[in-house]
Structures are given as C-alpha cells and as structure tokens.
C-alpha cells in the first residue's frame, strides 16, 4: 500500500502510511481498531476498519472536527490502490 499519512489540500490526495502516525495516534489507533501498529506489514491488505481509522486519523490532523463517521463515508475508490475487481 502506497503511504494514508497525509491529505493533499488541493487534490484531496489521501497518503496511508501506519509508519507516519505519532505515537498518540498510534495508540488511537490500536484503541479503535484492536489491530497492532507493528502488526501492519507493508503491502499487506488492512482490515476495513483499520482503514476506516486510518483515514479519520489523517484527516484530523488538517481538520480537527473530522470524524469516524466522516471517515465511514469514504469509498474505496478514494484510497490510494483501492480493492481491484
């Protein structure tokens, strides 16, 4: 998976990288998710809702009233290398 890290303001452009969260945000994640940081393996399929946290964690960071249900409505053709049919 190409690194969600970050938004590109202009484009919308999400980047999903585990390897870019803070340690807060890591601990966030395995909070919501029950999935470990050190568990992600590079280029390995993620569990929708890690995903799902990963988005709503990176997109917090330029909007602070982003939410899970915001993220929850993200379709998958908006991820980086969304699921090939």
């Known amino acids: ?13 999400l980047t999903l990288d585990p390897n ?8 966030e994640f ?5 999935v470990t940081v050190a568990s ?9 809702k890690a995903l799902t946290v990963l ?6 960071r330029t909007d602070p009233s982003y939410s899970l249900e915001d993220a929850r409505k993200v379709r998958f053709a908006e991820l980086p290398q969304g699921p090939k049919a």
């Not at 998976?1 to 452009?13: A, K, Q």
């Open 40 to 48: 992600i393996k590079p280029g390995a399929a993620l569990p929708v």
């Open 55 to 60: 988005v709503y964690l990176i997109r917090r």
């Open 30 to 34: 395995e909070e919501l998710t029950g």
């Open 1 to 13: 998976m190409e690194p969600v890290n970050s938004v590109d303001p202009e484009s919308e452009t």
């Open 20 to 27: 870019e969260l803070t340690l807060g945000e890591g601990e």
